[in-house]
């Protein structure tokens, strides 16, 4: 919660205990000092605990559920008797209040006990809700999981093979190259079974050129790609989630490039502005060969890879794509916060 809602609930919580005290207030003078103690207790019992427990919390973590739990409710308690007491003798002092022993330790007692009752309740919803939402993410990590092998068990098989056939014929006519496409291989692969992550966009941008220079080895003069990205210091800040732009290119590639044996132009421009991310990938469709503008539609679908990259930057990422009569552009926006500002 921010602090303005703290500040609502002390009002209101303050103004409700007051309501439920006034048979004994004779007047309104009355009723204003017993609400305006009740905010002052209320909120020096809440707000500085909640302060200390939130710079407390990287020690916190070391702990176990129910110590910091108890420790929580100690707090709490012992910061509704100091605030009773300091607020209650304050009132004391300027003869706003009479002094009983009796009654005195018996509303600090009370007022401690309700304290520790109260901040139990709020604990116990907090742990039920905090366990659903880590049941939740649990859920969805595992179901993104699944969808990344899903990926890979559908793509890695094709390109593998694929480029295991373009270094067999490498190795006897032009072994340096071979050992070069190898080396792309190697960073791919081991892109590919680090899992989901977020990288930077350089990282990714160099995943890319290791595909699409494996792939050039076997499309030779049918792949033209046109790169326009931010400087250098505007690269330093971005991420994405590792192959995401990757896997958008390949799959571009299997469905265009590699139905047509026209020259196919891939133009990707990269922009970072008003804190969001927008790369988009604009592709020429060959003239003379046919390709079904239908069928093209079913494939150029990202429900995946959008599900992967909202899971990092949250549910305003998207990924779509538009099929037109002579070109696809494919749109991956995404919101990221400027680190350096």
Same mark, same amino acid.
């Given at each position: 919660?921010?602090?303005?809602?703290?500040?609502?609930? $002390?009002?209101?919580?303050?103004?409700?205990?007051?309501?439920?005290?006034?048979?004994?207030?004779?007047?309104?003078?009355?009723?204003?000092?017993?609400?305006?103690?009740? $905010?002052?207790?209320?909120?020096?019992?809440?707000?500085?605990?909640?302060y200390l427990i939130d710079y407390l919390? @990287?020690?916190? =973590?070391?702990?176990?559920?129910f110590s910091v739990s108890v420790r929580?409710?100690?707090?709490?308690?012992?910061?509704?008797?100091?605030?009773?007491?300091?607020?209650?003798? /304050?009132?004391?002092?300027?003869?706003?209040?009479?002094?009983?022993?009796? *009654? /005195?330790?018996?509303?600090? $007692?009370?007022?401690?006990?309700?304290?520790?009752?109260f901040t139990t309740v709020f604990l %116990?919803?907090?742990?039920?809700?905090?366990?659903?939402?880590? &049941?939740?993410?649990?859920?969805?990590?595992?179901?993104?999981?699944?969808?990344?092998?899903?990926?890979?068990?559908?793509?890695?098989? !094709?390109?593998?093979?694929?480029?295991?056939?373009?270094?067999?014929?490498?190795?006897?006519?032009?072994?340096?190259?071979?050992?070069?496409?190898?080396?792309?291989?190697?960073?791919?692969?081991? &892109?590919?079974?680090?899992?989901?992550?977020?990288?930077?966009?350089?990282?990714?941008?160099? %995943?890319?050129?290791?595909?699409?220079?494996?792939?050039?080895?076997?499309?030779?003069?049918?792949?033209?790609? =046109?790169?326009?990205? @931010? #400087?250098?210091?505007?690269?330093?800040?971005?991420?994405?989630?590792?192959?995401?732009?990757?896997?958008?290119?390949?799959?571009?590639?299997?469905?265009? $490039?590699?139905?047509?044996?026209?020259?196919?132009?891939?133009?990707?421009?990269?922009?970072?502005?008003?804190?969001?991310? *927008?790369?988009?990938?604009?592709?020429?469709?060959? =003239?003379?060969?046919?390709?079904? #503008?239908?069928?093209?539609?079913?494939?150029?679908?990202?429900?995946?890879?959008?599900?992967? %990259?909202?899971? !990092?930057?949250?549910?305003?990422?998207?990924?779509?794509?538009?099929? &037109?009569?002579?070109?696809?552009?494919?749109?991956?926006?995404?919101?990221?916060?400027?680190?350096?500002?």
């Amino acid at each position: 919660m921010r602090p303005w809602q703290w500040l609502t609930y $002390v009002f209101f919580w303050s103004l409700f205990l007051t309501v439920m005290e006034r048979h004994s207030l004779a007047t309104w003078s009355e009723f204003m000092i017993q609400f305006l103690r009740s $905010v002052i207790q209320n909120f020096l019992t809440v707000i500085p605990p909640l302060y200390l427990i939130d710079y407390l919390r @990287p020690a916190f =973590k070391s702990a176990s559920v129910f110590s910091v739990s108890v420790r929580i409710v100690l707090l709490l308690m012992f910061a509704a008797t100091i605030s009773m007491a300091s607020v209650t003798l /304050f009132m004391i002092n300027f003869g706003w209040l009479e002094y009983d022993y009796h *009654t /005195f330790m018996l509303n600090i $007692v009370l007022n401690t006990v309700l304290t520790g009752g109260f901040t139990t309740v709020f604990l %116990l919803y907090f742990l039920r809700s905090y366990r659903e939402l880590n &049941a939740l993410k649990l859920s969805f990590e595992h179901k993104l999981t699944a969808q990344n092998d899903l990926i890979k068990a559908r793509t890695a098989p !094709h390109f593998f093979f694929n480029t295991i056939n373009t270094l067999v014929s490498l190795i006897e006519s032009n072994p340096p190259r071979a050992s070069a496409l190898l080396q792309h291989v190697s960073a791919l692969f081991r &892109a590919s079974f680090s899992g989901t992550r977020e990288i930077s966009f350089e990282e990714e941008v160099a %995943l890319c050129e290791h595909y699409l220079a494996i792939e050039s080895s076997r499309l030779a003069d049918k792949l033209d790609v =046109k790169w326009q990205l @931010p #400087n250098e210091d505007v690269m330093y800040d971005m991420v994405i989630t590792a192959l995401t732009l990757q896997s958008v290119l390949e799959k571009i590639l299997l469905n265009v $490039v590699e139905m047509t044996t026209e020259t196919i132009c891939i133009s990707i421009k990269v922009t970072w502005q008003h804190h969001r991310v *927008t790369i988009t990938i604009d592709v020429e469709l060959p =003239k003379k060969t046919l390709i079904i #503008n239908h069928d093209l539609r079913q494939h150029m679908d990202f429900y995946i890879q959008a599900d992967r %990259l909202r899971a !990092h930057f949250g549910q305003e990422a998207d990924i779509h794509s538009m099929v &037109a009569s002579t070109q696809i552009s494919t749109v991956i926006d995404y919101p990221l916060q400027d680190v350096s500002l």
